[in-house]
Structures are given as C-alpha cells and as structure tokens.
C-alpha cells in the first residue's frame, strides 16, 4: 500500500489546483520472448538485432480527475486496468508518457502488499504508517480507528501470515482509508471479502466522498460503478476508448460485452434445441394494436440501443387499461406495454423482456415471458408480431426509465443472444393515488399482521 507524498512527472508551475491526477499519453511496454535464451540473444548481440515483440499494456492513455472525484476504471481481465493504478501509485515506470498526482496518496493494489508474514497485524499497522511517512506519535492515535474498522479480533496480535484473505483485505482496507489522504485508490482486492465487509466499505467510501476525497477504483461491479461514480474510464486491450459520465461509461462497456457473446454464440453455430416442452396456449382477447408496425422509435435523449439485429424493436408504448397512451402512471395499479417487433431472421423462438430501471440506471423489475414459464412460437423471417403485456406497478412514488429487449434464448434464462436491446426507451412519472396511501420501501407488497399478546409483568 504505498503513499505518495507530493508529485511527480509534471513540468513545475503548469499545476492545476483543480486537479488531482492528470494522465498525458501513458503508454508501458513490455518485451516478450518466445524462448528465454532470446532475451540473452538480444543483449549480446553485436547489430541490436531484435529477438522480442512488443506488448501494450498501457497504449497512449490520457485523462483527468479532478479533486473530489470518484472515477471508476473498467473493463476485461488483462485490459491494462491494474497496470494503470500501479503506475499512478509509483509501482510501476511508464514507458512514456506523464503522470501529476497532487497530493498524498492511500492505495490498496494488493492484499497483504508491504506486509511481512512474520509481524502480527498491529506490528504490520505501524511498519505501513512508517512506509507512509508516519511517525509512531502519529500512528498511535490512528491505531484504534484502524483495529475497529478491520475487526478481526484476537488474530489482531497474531502473524499475518496466519491470515484468510478476508483478513487480509479487512485490514489493508482499514490501515488505507484511516490515514491522512488526499487520494484513494483500489484495485479490485475488496471482492474477497464477506458481503457485511463490502457493504462497510462502500459505505466507508461514500463517506469519504461525501468529505471530498478523490477516489480511483478498479471495479467489475458496474452498478458499484454506476451509482458510486461520477466519472469511468473503459479500458481495452490497453487503450481507453470512453473516458466520462460514468453511466455513459457502463452503457458502452455492457453493450460491447453482449455484442461479443453475441459473436461467440454465433461463431459456435449454437441452435437451441427444443425440448418438446408444451407451449403455453395464447389468449388474444382481441387487444388492439396501438404502436406502429413501421419503425417508429428514433434517437432519445439518454436511450441506448445495441444488440446484433437480428430483429428490431419498431415502437413501444405504454397504455392504461382503455387503451390510451400514457407516462402518467399511478403505482400499484395495471397497465399495458405494447411493443412491435420485426425479425430479421428465421427462430425456433424468441424472448420479448420490458426492463423498469431506476434513473441511476439500477434494474428494479423485468417482465419476462419465460421467466413467468411461457414459450413464445418460432417466427420468421421478415414477420412482424406485437407483444402486449400486462403489468402491476407496486412501486414508490418516483421518475423510472423503460427499455425493452427482444432476445434468442441459447440457455433460457442463463445465456441469450441479444437481437435488440433499448434502455430509455420511456420516462414515466410513477404517482400514488392519494397523499394518504404512500408507502416507503421501494416496492409495495401487501402483509397479513397477526398480533398476540403471551405475557405480562404484574
């Protein structure tokens, strides 16, 4: 966990106190051999000749966070993410490029990093507050703060190398976030922890930003992303292809992620099978047709869309129970949405999903035909169907977001190809009926409350 006290790698007098880590065309090579005698080749040799390709780790990255931000690094395994952090912490040299960090810095790249498995853990608290540059006066009145937030009881005064990783992480976590930091930075070591331990420290850094510390984090946990940061960056195979609004940010890295597993399930030629499963008999009830058989939709403020295409979502609505449009609606009352769907090619069967989201873009709900155990018929190409379904809305007073999502079911509620997906498809006003039936949870679900009295003291 090293600290750093002060800057490096910037021209003096061109700082910017806004500004706490600036970024300027990073890039770190690595040399790699295919045998290791060719490294020995390589520095004997008389005419330089090369016996190495070149790896990029880090290929001409640039960015800013600005003090008081939590900016939230994502992307694949290997894409450069933790390369990125040790580089900003001083672990790592860049190749080229330049790095400004003002102010000291708290980080957490590893679990158990500058810690000696010989030392108990109280003994490792003070050997990392004097690697940070804390005298032993300082790190007294530190090291009760630091003991309570890890709460690992005895094993405190034990060798650390007796510790689980959770252990391990409890107490890296706590000596990193209970010292005097300007800046917060942690790679993706918190997952090893036990759900209470992650909920404290999500709560811990929302404490911190909320006291203005800058926060820069690894994180495969794109809601944690989402609804924690106020920037991202999207690394790939070394390159940052989105730096921004963090919502922005998840929405590219979730949209190439399923147009990937769309190019491999389609790779694989995987065809789904059926199973002689019995298809659930459809009632038509004569509902009429609101939406639009053409392609209606357009581009929307804040709407995403992605997906391979094999069909297309042509217009989507939501409608009272007379039929009329409506984005007025009242909560624990039904409705319907209605959406037309055209495919683009021949399919045993299909998967149509509304998706409610919250406008931090958290999913609360989904309406999902398998998931409520019916099997839609196989289409074909160039058919148009309109799938109508009705919905109960038991939820808090509040905006939402719509989206909607025509899928290929390879593994029926595990893994679908996405033909194509729209979140933000609809902004709706969710109201209660009356100031004097609100409730306060997120959603609303009706109890049976049964009260009997056993005993009492004469």
Not at 224 to 247: E, F, I, M, W
Not at 310 to 328: K, M, P, Y
Not at 386 to 402: A, D, E, G, H, M
Request: glycine fraction near 8%; charged fraction near 25%.
């Amino acid at each position: 966990m090293p600290m750093n006290n002060g800057n490096w790698n910037h021209e003096h007098g061109t700082q910017n106190r806004d500004i706490a880590i600036k970024i300027q065309n990073l890039t770190k090579v690595y040399h790699l051999y295919d045998k290791p005698q060719d490294r020995l080749k390589e520095a004997l040799n008389p005419f330089k000749k090369s016996y190495h390709h070149d790896f990029y780790a880090i290929d001409n990255v640039s960015f800013e966070v600005k003090k008081g931000e939590t900016v939230g690094i994502i992307g694949k395994n290997g894409a450069g993410k933790s390369t990125l952090l040790k580089m900003i912490t001083g672990v790592l040299t860049p190749t080229s490029g330049t790095i400004e960090v003002n102010g000291k810095v708290a980080s957490l790249l590893e679990l158990g990093a500058g810690f000696n498995p010989e030392m108990t853990g109280l003994e490792n608290i003070y050997l990392n507050g004097t690697l940070m540059g804390f005298s032993k006066e300082e790190m007294d009145k530190k090291v009760d703060a630091i003991v309570a937030f890890a709460n690992i009881g005895e094993f405190i005064k034990q060798p650390v190398k007796m510790y689980s990783s959770g252990m391990f992480a409890r107490l890296a976590f706590s000596v990193a976030i209970n010292v005097d930091a300007d800046i917060l930075i942690v790679d993706e070591a918190l997952s090893v922890g036990d759900m209470l331990f992650q909920a404290k420290c999500i709560s811990k850094m929302s404490e911190l930003m909320e006291e203005g510390m800058t926060i820069l984090f690894v994180s495969h946990d794109i809601h944690a992303v989402r609804s924690l940061c106020t920037k991202g960056v999207y690394l790939v195979n070394g390159k940052s292809v989105l730096v921004g609004d963090a919502g922005e940010v998840v929405d590219r890295y979730i949209n190439d992620d399923q147009q990937a597993v769309n190019e491999q399930l389609k790779a694989m030629g995987y065809t789904r099978k059926r199973t002689g499963e019995k298809l659930v008999e459809f009632n038509e009830k004569d509902l009429p047709v609101m939406v639009s058989l053409e392609p209606s939709i357009g581009e929307k403020e804040g709407m995403v869309r992605h997906g391979d295409r094999g069909a297309e979502i042509l217009d989507f609505g939501v409608f009272d129970l007379s039929f009329n449009r409506t984005n007025q609606l009242v909560s624990k009352e039904d409705y319907y949405i209605q959406f037309s769907i055209k495919f683009h090619e021949d399919l045993p069967t299909f998967v149509a999903t509304t998706t409610l989201f919250s406008l931090d873009g958290e999913q609360l709900l989904a309406w999902i035909n398998t998931q409520d155990g019916i099997d839609f018929p196989a289409v074909s190409k160039g058919e148009v169907v309109v799938v109508t379904i009705k919905i109960n809305l038991p939820l808090r007073q509040n905006v939402y977001k719509l989206g909607a999502s025509v899928e290929y079911p390879t593994i029926p509620l595990i893994q679908h190809r996405f033909l194509d997906m729209i979140k933000g498809l609809e902004v709706v006003d969710v109201k209660f009926e009356s100031p004097s039936k609100p409730f306060h949870s997120t959603f609303y679900s009706k109890g049976e409350y049964i009260l009997k009295k056993v005993s009492k003291e004469d």
